[in-house]
């Protein structure tokens, strides 16, 4: 059962907006076992979106068309499938309800004749109810195939494709069991590993794939399997797993879960009652920024100083000022005095510290670019370690910011 | 002319990896007047990447694809091209040399087999020298029509889009001009604009299109002209804004730059010589970090203090606990206090200052979940404003970090 997604408006092709739905929708089909077979991005054209529904259904089964949904004129998406399906536009109760509930409780005032409109849907449309938004979702059946239509506001989007489409298609279809299991590794470029696991991936069974997805100093590997035999898929990646780990046991450092290490460390840290804080010189509060995204973190998150300035180093963290002159605002020794200094301010179990330069210049302390030093300090000691990133500024950043919750994430499993 | 973009890698079709590389292409190709007619995103296998091909040269001039140039198994991109092309592949002595000295710099270690083989290219393309990283990029014509692969490491990608690939197509084709303005409004819904400026919208020119972007509390409106002739295009851009700005004065608050609100801010400063602060409670530090993705930030970003636990504010702040007993944590006078705090900590000029509840649980103040106060702060008064941004925990904290950003950028221009 393969799928489709087709992401209709002008802004994805101009580079305004990142097509983040796609990726969105894809994850959540490929756990219910439907594969994506392709994703395409068109414009708010009638002759392109056609052509890309004829050509879809060829290839696909379940179509899913996001965006071109609003009240506005450049907004066709459901002329546009009242023409595919030979179909005529009808207003729906139900829909104009729901935009009426929405006026009535969000903009405090009375729907326009454009906002009713959006209740015009095919006859041959069954509803998707958007709680969220004026634009309903669309689902229409033709020979066996399902085009699903939702809005391009991708938490509308999200909503459907949670509350309503998933439970819908498989309620409605059998489908395969996908599996994916992806082993992190650090330390080892993508082709040294591939030379190491060689004989290894050339014995792999033709229904489990490989793939190497290899970033900023990590590479991982990702086994894939699919098959309408979910127990036969699971011993055979679990058997497979088992043969590869020894081949890769000095650069393995765990699997990767759906979750972001972050929301792992979050759940650790409120299972042992514990809590974290930071103090951050070249990651600028991206660490506490990526905590605090996380529903929850109040239970284990203090705070942060973001000492982005030397000044605030002294002032606000009150590292001895001897000390930066000593050792230079980039040192192992101002890091751990940061990240003491975060445990005694916040009153927390664990701290990180980053001290570095980001790039591209040279900044306070004529360090060179790239060069970060990263500490963490729990009530009674503090370690750090000096890592070397690049020259590209956001790079630098993320990989500060990886190898901080990696060098955390050990400390607390030590525990 | 059009441009279509194809991004190889199954990770995207699990949606393990959201395509930021199609959204930074589509956009440097705008800039030289190139429209992208279709993104395509498939999978690392044969038939589809020669399909996808075929149909890419049936649509555009130029075809870009990324991804699958890595030295594994599952990175067939090269060898498809040379199926494509009816090709055969050739060791480049360049790239070779490349490789080399990337793994002497990089690497200490001389490169395998599998990484020299990287400079393995179909005999009929160019090599576009890949400075950060191993896979060249290749330019491959064919009957006028150019065919680029590039590497999908982002920022392997964007060094090539930017330093090679960009300047020889403007070196090799004469592009029209394309513009795109953009008003942002705040306010008024997608709706209730369109209905205010129908007449307008009616009467543009059909070389002139327009597009309504609605986010989080604001619509954009994006005027688009593309014309050989860039003064016509500039002059009716130019009158059409004309034309429209008075229907929406109550709703306009600027024009869209390339730039973030934070790049622009920090412009700002850095002319003036002044600086800022933050105190982040709910928005947990994303403010800080949005100023300091900047190169240049040390200059006019003094740091910040996330207190995220209502102790923090009292302890690392020095905010009254008393003001916060009196009146809650997430209250205008705790928002104020926090700003002032921000000021006198950090020495700044202007501070902002964010506490409320971003949910999804009510945290420690008790409060609705999605009302926020922002205050910003200067060395000699402090303001606030109290926001209700919803109950989506990830939206709330991006609603609030962008109301802080224009509030202190209206706060900055009045000076």
């Known amino acids: 059962m393969l799928a489709e997604i087709i992401t209709i408006g002008d802004e994805i092709l101009i580079g305004q907006v990142v097509d983040t739905n796609s990726a969105f929708i894809?994850?959540?089909?490929?756990?219910?076992?439907?594969?994506?077979?392709?994703?395409?991005?068109?414009?708010?054209?009638?002759?392109?979106?056609?052509?890309?529904?004829r050509e879809a259904e060829e290839n696909a089964s379940i179509i899913i068309l996001t965006g071109g949904l609003g009240p506005t004129k450049d907004d066709i998406t459901k002329n546009t499938l009242a023409e595919y399906f030979d179909?005529?536009?009808l207003r729906n109760e139900a829909v104009t309800q729901n935009i009426k509930?929405?006026?009535?409780?969000?903009?405090?005032?009375?729907?326009?004749?454009?906002?009713?409109?959006?209740?015009?849907?095919?006859?041959?449309?069954?509803?998707?109810?958007?709680?969220?938004?004026?634009?309903?979702?669309?689902?229409?059946?033709?020979?066996?195939?399902?085009?699903i239509s939702l809005p391009g506001v991708p938490y509308?989007?999200?909503?459907?494709?949670?509350?309503?489409?998933?439970?819908?298609?498989?309620?409605?279809?059998?489908?395969?069991?996908i599996q994916h299991d992806t082993l992190l590794t650090y330390g080892l470029g993508e082709s040294a590993l591939a030379e190491r696991i060689e004989a290894w991936e050339d014995q792999l069974p033709h229904y489990i794939k490989l793939a190497y997805l290899p970033?900023?100093?990590?590479?991982?590997?990702?086994?894939?399997?699919?098959?309408m035999d979910k127990q036969m898929i699971q011993n055979e990646i679990k058997h497979q797993i088992a043969l590869v780990l020894p081949l890769i046991e000095d650069v393995f450092v765990g699997f990767e879960r759906d979750e972001s290490i972050e929301a792992v460390i979050g759940k650790q840290l409120t299972a042992m009652g514990k809590t974290v804080a930071t103090a951050e010189s070249c990651t600028g509060g991206k660490i506490a920024e990526l905590f605090t995204a996380n529903a929850g973190a109040s239970r284990y998150f203090k705070g942060s100083v973001v000492s982005y300035a030397t000044q605030a180093k002294i002032d606000v963290l009150g590292v001895d000022a001897q000390l930066?002159?000593?050792?230079?605002?980039?040192?192992?020794?101002?890091?751990e005095a940061m990240a003491t200094a975060a445990i005694k301010l916040f009153d927390s179990d664990f701290a990180i510290a980053t001290t570095g330069n980001a790039g591209p210049e040279k900044g306070d302390a004529d360090t060179e670019v790239g060069k970060v030093f990263l500490a963490i300090a729990t009530r009674d000691k503090v370690f750090s370690e000096q890592f070397t990133f690049g020259n590209h500024r956001l790079k630098v950043i993320d990989r500060a910011v990886n190898k901080a919750f990696e060098m955390l994430q050990k400390e607390i499993l030590k525990k």
């Open 324 to 335: 930066i002159e000593e050792f230079s605002v980039v040192s192992a020794q101002v890091a």
């Open 26 to 53: 894809a994850k959540q089909l490929n756990k219910i076992g439907v594969s994506v077979y392709q994703i395409t991005s068109v414009q708010d054209d009638k002759e392109h979106i056609l052509k890309s529904l």
């Open 215 to 227: 970033s900023l100093g990590r590479v991982r590997l990702r086994l894939s399997g699919k098959s």
């Open 87 to 89: 179909d005529t536009l």
């Open 101 to 147: 509930r929405l006026w009535a409780d969000f903009v405090n005032n009375i729907p326009t004749q454009v906002n009713l409109d959006q209740a015009l849907v095919p006859s041959k449309a069954q509803v998707l109810m958007n709680l969220h938004g004026s634009a309903p979702g669309m689902w229409i059946e033709k020979d066996g195939k399902v085009f």
């Open 156 to 177: 509308e989007m999200r909503g459907l494709i949670d509350d309503v489409v998933i439970p819908k298609l498989r309620k409605q279809f059998k489908f395969p069991y």
